[in-house]
Protein backbone atom coordinates (compact mmCIF):
# COMPACT_ATOMS: atom_id res chain seq x y z
CA UNK A 1 0.00 0.00 0.00
CA UNK A 2 1.09 3.51 -1.08
CA UNK A 3 0.58 6.21 1.02
CA UNK A 4 0.73 9.46 -1.12
CA UNK A 5 0.72 13.48 0.78
CA UNK A 6 0.97 16.73 -0.86
CA UNK A 7 3.25 19.12 0.33
CA UNK A 8 0.75 20.29 2.89
CA UNK A 9 0.09 16.88 4.37
CA UNK A 10 3.85 16.44 4.59
CA UNK A 11 4.11 19.34 6.33
CA UNK A 12 1.34 18.81 8.83
CA UNK A 13 3.11 15.09 9.20
CA UNK A 14 6.05 16.84 9.78
CA UNK A 15 4.72 18.80 12.65
CA UNK A 16 3.29 15.40 13.99
CA UNK A 17 6.81 14.14 14.15
CA UNK A 18 8.60 17.16 15.40
CA UNK A 19 6.03 17.12 18.57
CA UNK A 20 6.63 13.32 18.78
CA UNK A 21 10.29 13.92 19.24
CA UNK A 22 9.71 16.65 21.25
CA UNK A 23 7.36 14.42 23.69
CA UNK A 24 9.87 11.78 23.68
CA UNK A 25 12.75 14.06 24.41
CA UNK A 26 11.47 14.75 27.84
CA UNK A 27 10.37 11.90 28.83
CA UNK A 28 13.41 9.60 28.13
CA UNK A 29 16.98 11.37 30.43
CA UNK A 30 18.93 10.09 27.91
CA UNK A 31 17.87 12.15 24.82
CA UNK A 32 18.19 15.33 27.22
CA UNK A 33 21.33 14.75 28.34
CA UNK A 34 23.06 14.32 24.91
CA UNK A 35 21.15 17.00 23.93
CA UNK A 36 19.90 14.85 20.62
CA UNK A 37 17.13 17.87 18.72
CA UNK A 38 13.76 16.88 18.63
CA UNK A 39 13.29 16.39 14.95
CA UNK A 40 16.04 13.82 14.99
CA UNK A 41 14.15 11.80 17.37
CA UNK A 42 11.08 11.97 15.84
CA UNK A 43 12.77 11.44 12.17
CA UNK A 44 14.16 8.32 13.06
CA UNK A 45 11.58 6.81 14.23
CA UNK A 46 9.16 7.51 11.60
CA UNK A 47 12.16 6.38 9.10
CA UNK A 48 12.52 2.78 11.35
CA UNK A 49 8.56 2.90 10.74
CA UNK A 50 8.90 3.14 6.96
CA UNK A 51 12.16 0.54 7.30
CA UNK A 52 9.19 -2.39 8.73
CA UNK A 53 7.39 -1.07 5.64
CA UNK A 54 9.71 -1.60 3.48
CA UNK A 55 11.34 -4.86 4.68
CA UNK A 56 8.01 -5.86 4.99
CA UNK A 57 6.73 -5.01 1.46
CA UNK A 58 3.36 -3.99 3.15
CA UNK A 59 3.22 -0.41 3.38
CA UNK A 60 5.48 3.25 1.65
CA UNK A 61 4.90 6.88 1.72
CA UNK A 62 4.96 9.09 -1.60
CA UNK A 63 5.54 12.53 0.22
CA UNK A 64 5.60 15.96 -1.73
CA UNK A 65 8.97 17.52 0.37
CA UNK A 66 8.71 20.95 -2.02
CA UNK A 67 8.34 23.24 0.93
CA UNK A 68 11.20 21.53 2.50
CA UNK A 69 14.07 23.69 0.74
CA UNK A 70 12.07 26.73 1.63
CA UNK A 71 12.35 25.90 5.61
CA UNK A 72 15.89 25.02 4.90
CA UNK A 73 16.79 27.82 3.27
CA UNK A 74 15.08 30.57 5.79
CA UNK A 75 16.65 28.61 8.77
CA UNK A 76 20.30 29.58 6.68
CA UNK A 77 19.26 33.01 6.28
CA UNK A 78 18.58 33.71 9.64
CA UNK A 79 22.40 32.14 10.21
CA UNK A 80 23.51 34.83 7.54
CA UNK A 81 21.72 37.24 10.11
CA UNK A 82 24.40 36.53 12.86
CA UNK A 83 27.32 37.43 11.37
CA UNK A 84 28.63 40.51 12.28
CA UNK A 85 32.10 41.06 12.15
CA UNK A 86 31.80 44.31 14.67
CA UNK A 87 31.25 40.69 17.24
CA UNK A 88 34.11 39.20 15.61
CA UNK A 89 36.28 42.16 15.90
CA UNK A 90 35.30 42.24 19.73
CA UNK A 91 36.29 38.67 20.62
CA UNK A 92 40.14 39.54 19.66
CA UNK A 93 43.01 37.69 17.82
CA UNK A 94 42.08 34.22 19.76
CA UNK A 95 38.55 34.79 18.03
CA UNK A 96 40.15 34.64 14.44
CA UNK A 97 42.80 31.41 15.93
CA UNK A 98 39.94 29.71 16.66
CA UNK A 99 37.84 30.05 13.34
CA UNK A 100 41.48 29.03 12.03
CA UNK A 101 41.49 25.73 13.89
CA UNK A 102 37.83 24.93 13.34
CA UNK A 103 38.57 25.95 9.34
CA UNK A 104 41.56 23.30 9.45
CA UNK A 105 39.43 20.82 11.64
CA UNK A 106 36.81 20.76 8.49
CA UNK A 107 39.50 20.10 5.95
CA UNK A 108 40.53 17.05 8.18
CA UNK A 109 37.46 15.64 8.22
CA UNK A 110 36.94 15.71 4.53
CA UNK A 111 40.26 14.48 3.55
CA UNK A 112 39.51 11.77 5.97
CA UNK A 113 36.09 10.50 4.57
CA UNK A 114 37.21 10.81 1.43
CA UNK A 115 40.47 8.99 2.16
CA UNK A 116 38.36 6.09 3.38
CA UNK A 117 36.05 6.23 1.03
CA UNK A 118 38.81 5.24 -1.57
CA UNK A 119 39.64 2.45 0.80
CA UNK A 120 36.36 0.74 0.27
CA UNK A 121 36.21 1.93 -3.10
CA UNK A 122 33.05 3.99 -2.25
CA UNK A 123 32.27 7.66 -4.26
CA UNK A 124 34.12 10.09 -2.50
CA UNK A 125 30.64 12.16 -2.06
CA UNK A 126 30.15 9.10 0.31
CA UNK A 127 32.86 9.86 1.98
CA UNK A 128 32.25 13.54 1.92
CA UNK A 129 28.93 13.21 3.53
CA UNK A 130 30.43 11.39 6.94
CA UNK A 131 32.88 14.30 6.74
CA UNK A 132 32.42 18.19 7.58
CA UNK A 133 29.20 17.98 5.66
CA UNK A 134 27.63 15.81 9.20
CA UNK A 135 30.26 16.68 11.96
CA UNK A 136 31.15 19.96 11.49
CA UNK A 137 27.69 20.88 9.51
CA UNK A 138 25.29 18.88 11.59
CA UNK A 139 21.60 17.81 10.27
CA UNK A 140 21.65 21.31 8.94
CA UNK A 141 24.25 21.18 6.14
CA UNK A 142 23.62 17.55 5.48
CA UNK A 143 20.22 18.03 4.45
CA UNK A 144 21.40 21.41 2.07
CA UNK A 145 24.15 18.92 0.83
CA UNK A 146 23.55 15.03 0.55
CA UNK A 147 20.24 15.47 -2.04
CA UNK A 148 23.15 17.18 -4.41
CA UNK A 149 25.87 14.13 -3.77
CA UNK A 150 22.71 11.60 -4.58
CA UNK A 151 21.71 13.44 -7.97
CA UNK A 152 25.42 12.97 -8.41
CA UNK A 153 25.55 9.45 -8.47
CA UNK A 154 26.09 8.90 -4.88
CA UNK A 155 23.29 6.54 -3.53
CA UNK A 156 22.24 7.18 0.12
CA UNK A 157 24.31 9.85 0.44
CA UNK A 158 21.12 11.81 2.60
CA UNK A 159 20.65 8.61 4.54
CA UNK A 160 24.28 8.33 5.03
CA UNK A 161 24.48 11.93 6.17
CA UNK A 162 21.87 12.16 8.74
CA UNK A 163 23.25 8.75 10.41
CA UNK A 164 26.48 10.17 10.65
CA UNK A 165 25.11 13.65 11.93
CA UNK A 166 22.93 11.63 14.63
CA UNK A 167 26.57 9.45 15.63
CA UNK A 168 27.88 12.83 16.29
CA UNK A 169 25.58 14.84 18.05
CA UNK A 170 25.70 11.41 20.47
CA UNK A 171 29.85 11.40 20.08
CA UNK A 172 30.46 14.43 19.78
CA UNK A 173 28.45 14.65 23.87
CA UNK A 174 30.31 11.42 24.91
CA UNK A 175 34.39 12.42 24.55
CA UNK A 176 33.87 16.71 25.62
CA UNK A 177 33.70 16.23 28.92
CA UNK A 178 35.96 13.35 29.73
CA UNK A 179 38.68 15.34 27.51
CA UNK A 180 38.38 18.29 28.92
CA UNK A 181 38.27 16.85 32.72
CA UNK A 182 41.99 15.19 31.97
CA UNK A 183 43.17 18.14 30.75
CA UNK A 184 42.35 20.47 33.47
CA UNK A 185 43.22 17.56 36.21
CA UNK A 186 46.74 16.96 34.27
CA UNK A 187 47.64 20.21 33.84
CA UNK A 188 46.52 21.30 36.91
CA UNK A 189 44.74 24.06 35.08
CA UNK A 190 42.19 25.31 38.04
CA UNK A 191 45.13 27.72 39.05
CA UNK A 192 44.45 29.86 36.21
CA UNK A 193 40.16 29.56 36.01
CA UNK A 194 38.73 32.85 36.60
CA UNK A 195 41.19 34.79 34.33
CA UNK A 196 39.85 36.18 31.48
CA UNK A 197 40.10 38.37 28.26
CA UNK A 198 37.50 39.55 28.06
CA UNK A 199 36.13 42.89 29.94
CA UNK A 200 33.68 43.59 32.28
CA UNK A 201 31.22 45.71 29.41
CA UNK A 202 31.35 42.36 26.98
CA UNK A 203 30.61 40.03 29.95
CA UNK A 204 27.74 42.10 30.89
CA UNK A 205 26.65 42.70 27.04
CA UNK A 206 26.68 38.71 26.68
CA UNK A 207 24.41 38.22 30.09
CA UNK A 208 21.42 40.36 28.95
CA UNK A 209 18.71 38.53 27.64
CA UNK A 210 15.87 41.09 25.49
CA UNK A 211 12.78 41.26 25.73
CA UNK A 212 10.72 40.13 22.95
CA UNK A 213 8.35 42.87 21.20
CA UNK A 214 5.66 40.84 19.49
CA UNK A 215 5.56 43.69 16.73
CA UNK A 216 9.33 42.56 15.49
CA UNK A 217 8.71 39.78 14.09
CA UNK A 218 6.96 40.99 10.90
CA UNK A 219 9.83 43.23 10.74
CA UNK A 220 12.44 40.01 11.10
CA UNK A 221 10.41 38.10 8.79
CA UNK A 222 10.04 40.64 5.92
CA UNK A 223 14.49 41.04 6.24
CA UNK A 224 14.53 37.10 6.43
CA UNK A 225 12.25 36.88 2.96
CA UNK A 226 14.33 40.06 1.45
CA UNK A 227 17.45 38.17 2.10
CA UNK A 228 16.02 35.15 0.78
CA UNK A 229 14.69 36.54 -2.42
CA UNK A 230 18.09 38.30 -3.38
CA UNK A 231 19.66 35.70 -2.00
CA UNK A 232 18.29 33.56 -4.88
CA UNK A 233 19.57 35.77 -7.04
CA UNK A 234 22.91 35.36 -5.70
CA UNK A 235 22.94 31.80 -5.64
CA UNK A 236 21.70 31.38 -8.97
CA UNK A 237 24.81 33.83 -10.38
CA UNK A 238 27.18 31.91 -8.40
CA UNK A 239 25.77 28.48 -9.67
CA UNK A 240 27.28 29.51 -13.58
CA UNK A 241 30.84 29.08 -12.09
CA UNK A 242 30.75 25.88 -9.24
CA UNK A 243 28.51 23.90 -7.60
CA UNK A 244 26.51 26.18 -4.68
CA UNK A 245 23.82 25.47 -2.08
CA UNK A 246 20.99 27.23 -2.37
CA UNK A 247 20.92 28.43 0.92
CA UNK A 248 24.41 30.49 0.64
CA UNK A 249 23.06 33.42 -1.59
CA UNK A 250 20.97 34.28 0.90
CA UNK A 251 23.32 33.49 3.99
CA UNK A 252 25.74 36.14 1.76
CA UNK A 253 22.76 38.53 1.90
CA UNK A 254 21.82 38.35 5.24
CA UNK A 255 25.47 38.92 6.47
CA UNK A 256 25.51 42.28 3.89
CA UNK A 257 22.24 42.78 5.73
CA UNK A 258 23.23 42.51 9.00
CA UNK A 259 26.75 44.44 8.49
CA UNK A 260 25.45 47.53 6.64
CA UNK A 261 22.96 47.93 9.36
CA UNK A 262 26.09 47.58 11.99
CA UNK A 263 28.16 50.35 10.50
CA UNK A 264 25.53 52.34 9.54
CA UNK A 265 22.87 52.62 12.08
CA UNK A 266 20.60 52.82 8.94
CA UNK A 267 17.82 50.51 10.35
CA UNK A 268 17.76 47.67 13.20
CA UNK A 269 18.63 43.38 12.46
CA UNK A 270 15.43 41.96 14.43
CA UNK A 271 18.37 39.23 16.18
CA UNK A 272 16.02 37.65 18.48
CA UNK A 273 13.07 37.55 16.87
CA UNK A 274 14.82 36.19 13.22
CA UNK A 275 16.93 33.47 16.07
CA UNK A 276 13.21 32.04 17.05
CA UNK A 277 12.12 32.27 13.48
CA UNK A 278 15.23 30.34 12.39
CA UNK A 279 15.17 27.99 15.30
CA UNK A 280 11.38 26.81 13.94
CA UNK A 281 12.71 26.86 10.75
CA UNK A 282 15.13 24.22 11.38
CA UNK A 283 12.93 21.90 13.14
CA UNK A 284 10.67 21.92 10.38
CA UNK A 285 13.03 21.26 7.68
CA UNK A 286 14.73 18.43 9.37
CA UNK A 287 11.82 16.74 10.50
CA UNK A 288 10.99 17.21 6.78
CA UNK A 289 14.49 15.63 5.39
CA UNK A 290 14.97 12.77 8.21
CA UNK A 291 11.14 11.58 7.41
CA UNK A 292 12.59 10.68 4.05
CA UNK A 293 15.59 8.34 5.38
CA UNK A 294 15.47 5.04 3.03
CA UNK A 295 17.65 3.36 6.21
CA UNK A 296 17.80 0.27 3.63
CA UNK A 297 20.30 1.80 2.00
CA UNK A 298 22.70 1.62 5.06
CA UNK A 299 22.93 -2.45 5.02
CA UNK A 300 25.84 -2.61 2.18
CA UNK A 301 27.57 0.34 4.17
CA UNK A 302 27.68 -1.12 7.44
CA UNK A 303 31.17 -2.03 8.16
CA UNK A 304 32.61 0.65 6.04
CA UNK A 305 30.37 3.37 7.68
CA UNK A 306 31.56 2.15 11.07
CA UNK A 307 35.09 2.66 10.77
CA UNK A 308 34.70 5.93 8.90
CA UNK A 309 32.25 7.42 11.80
CA UNK A 310 35.47 6.20 14.21
CA UNK A 311 37.96 7.33 12.63
CA UNK A 312 35.90 10.72 12.83
CA UNK A 313 35.50 10.50 16.19
CA UNK A 314 39.29 9.95 16.77
CA UNK A 315 40.30 12.66 14.53
CA UNK A 316 38.09 15.09 16.71
CA UNK A 317 39.30 13.98 20.04
CA UNK A 318 42.80 14.10 18.57
CA UNK A 319 42.58 17.18 17.31
CA UNK A 320 40.66 18.83 20.36
CA UNK A 321 43.15 16.98 23.02
CA UNK A 322 46.31 18.31 20.91
CA UNK A 323 45.70 21.03 18.79
CA UNK A 324 43.22 23.38 20.10
CA UNK A 325 43.65 22.81 23.25
CA UNK A 326 47.61 23.89 23.20
CA UNK A 327 47.23 26.52 20.21
CA UNK A 328 44.26 28.03 22.43
CA UNK A 329 46.90 28.84 25.46
CA UNK A 330 46.87 25.65 27.60
CA UNK A 331 44.80 26.72 30.13
CA UNK A 332 41.76 26.45 32.24
CA UNK A 333 39.77 28.27 29.66
CA UNK A 334 41.65 26.49 26.52
CA UNK A 335 40.54 22.81 28.01
CA UNK A 336 36.82 24.38 28.09
CA UNK A 337 37.22 25.02 24.33
CA UNK A 338 38.63 22.20 23.72
CA UNK A 339 36.06 20.32 26.01
CA UNK A 340 32.88 22.56 23.96
CA UNK A 341 35.15 21.74 20.23
CA UNK A 342 34.08 18.38 20.28
CA UNK A 343 30.49 19.44 21.01
CA UNK A 344 30.12 21.72 17.68
CA UNK A 345 33.25 19.87 15.38
CA UNK A 346 31.01 16.48 15.76
CA UNK A 347 27.53 18.09 15.84
CA UNK A 348 25.97 21.20 16.98
CA UNK A 349 26.87 24.28 19.14
CA UNK A 350 23.95 23.22 21.41
CA UNK A 351 26.20 20.07 22.03
CA UNK A 352 29.20 22.48 22.55
CA UNK A 353 27.19 24.57 25.05
CA UNK A 354 26.21 21.54 26.73
CA UNK A 355 29.43 20.40 26.99
CA UNK A 356 31.25 23.07 28.47
CA UNK A 357 28.44 24.08 30.76
CA UNK A 358 28.72 20.57 32.41
CA UNK A 359 32.30 21.03 32.91
CA UNK A 360 32.39 24.57 34.18
CA UNK A 361 29.44 23.33 37.23
CA UNK A 362 32.10 20.25 37.76
CA UNK A 363 34.74 23.48 38.36
CA UNK A 364 34.55 27.43 37.60
CA UNK A 365 33.08 29.37 34.84
CA UNK A 366 35.26 29.95 31.57
CA UNK A 367 33.70 33.55 30.04
CA UNK A 368 36.33 33.62 27.48
CA UNK A 369 35.58 30.25 26.27
CA UNK A 370 31.36 30.79 26.31
CA UNK A 371 32.19 33.72 24.10
CA UNK A 372 34.60 32.28 21.66
CA UNK A 373 33.13 29.09 20.77
CA UNK A 374 29.23 29.84 20.30
CA UNK A 375 30.60 32.84 18.12
CA UNK A 376 32.41 30.78 15.51
CA UNK A 377 30.51 27.20 16.14
CA UNK A 378 27.22 29.13 15.64
CA UNK A 379 28.11 31.95 13.06
CA UNK A 380 31.31 31.99 11.02
CA UNK A 381 32.09 28.14 10.03
CA UNK A 382 29.46 27.75 8.45
CA UNK A 383 30.35 29.80 5.68
CA UNK A 384 34.02 28.15 5.44
CA UNK A 385 32.58 24.56 5.54
CA UNK A 386 30.38 25.56 2.70
CA UNK A 387 33.27 26.64 0.26
CA UNK A 388 35.61 23.76 1.84
CA UNK A 389 32.67 20.83 1.00
CA UNK A 390 32.44 22.92 -2.69
CA UNK A 391 36.12 22.93 -3.49
CA UNK A 392 35.72 18.71 -2.89
CA UNK A 393 32.96 18.63 -4.65
CA UNK A 394 34.79 20.56 -7.57
CA UNK A 395 37.66 18.02 -7.20
CA UNK A 396 35.79 15.10 -7.61
CA UNK A 397 32.40 15.80 -9.55
Known sequence: MEITLDSIQTLALAIVVLSLGKFLRKKVSILEKFCIPAPVIGGIIFAVGILIG??????????????????????????????????????GVQVFIFLGLAVVLVTMQDVVGVLLAKVFNLNPLIGLSTGSVPMTGGHGTSGAFAPDFELMGATGATTVAMASATFGLIMGSMIGGPIGKNLIEKHDLLKTAGKSTLNDDDKKENSIKDLLNPQNFSIASSQIIIAMGVGSIVSMFLGKFMTFPPYLGAMFVAAIMRNI????????????EIDILGGISLSIFLAMALMGLKLWQLSDLGGPLFI??????????LFAYFVTFNVMGRDYEAAVMACGHCGFGMGATP???????????????APRAFFILPLIGSLF??????????AFVGFFS
Open 54 to 91: HVTNTFSFNMDAMLKPIFMIAFFTTVGFTASFKMLKKG
Open 261 to 272: ADFTNAYEIKEK
Open 308 to 317: MLASQALLMG
Open 351 to 365: NAMANMEALTGKYVP
Open 381 to 390: IDFFNAFIIN
